[in-house]
């Protein structure tokens, strides 16, 4: 990096979609305005579903027709997903006296959460990543990690905004809390979908794990990246010095 680019800055995420979604779809989408002007956004399904249909009528799931097929859920999973495209707050300057070779050299090396990283990464090397590799919590009990909440609402704001029940709120509340599957979930689905946005279309990306959450860890990358972008698992025999491909 050179040392005139000393600092990256966020996007609001959201409001990228939002425009995609307003440029090429605006029939879809409704914006509503409360007395205060905050504006609020619904996405109808059936028109944005037409313009891949020809416009013809097709059927969309809703609360009362059952749903078929398989899908992967847990409580914090909305949670999640508002919590990898919700703007931070971060700033990230160049520490030029902890630098070497800043003008001769493009490695980097950057130090923080690494959410908020991946977020400001995200303004400059959108799409542009080749290889990612990551060494997250195995969730063996012994980690020490916690999901953040990084929510100003209250609970039952909260509740409101992703559709719980109330029976939820306090399994919300404790569950980031601990290190159960949900929370080790939530917490990788925030982090992967950002990772994914940095990844060149022909880019790979490395995750090391164990037996804890090896299953839990290929559902959400299939649901992430898709299924068919799955290559392969390394199996470390650890004390062996060896590496099995399978």
Known sequence: MSANKSKFTQTNLKEDKLKILQTYFPE???????????????????????????????L????????DGYELSWVGKKFAYQDAFQTGEKVLKLEKNQSKNIDNTDNLVLIGDNIDVLKLLRQNYHNSIKCIYIDPPYNTGNDE???????????????????YDDKYKDLIKNMYSTSTHSAWMSFMLSRLLLAKELLKDDGVIFISIDDNEQAQLKLLCDEVFGESNFITNFLWLHGKGKRINK
């Open 145 to 163: 990690f916690t999901y953040k909440d990084r929510f100003k609402e209250t609970d039952d704001d909260i509740c409101e905004q992703l559709g």
């Open 28 to 58: 879809s989408i409704l914006v509503t305005e409360d007395e205060n002007g905050n504006k609020s956004y619904e996405i109808d399904s059936l028109k944005l579903q037409s313009f891949f249909n020809n416009g013809e009528s097709v």
């Open 60 to 67: 969309v799931n809703t609360p009362d027709t059952p749903k």
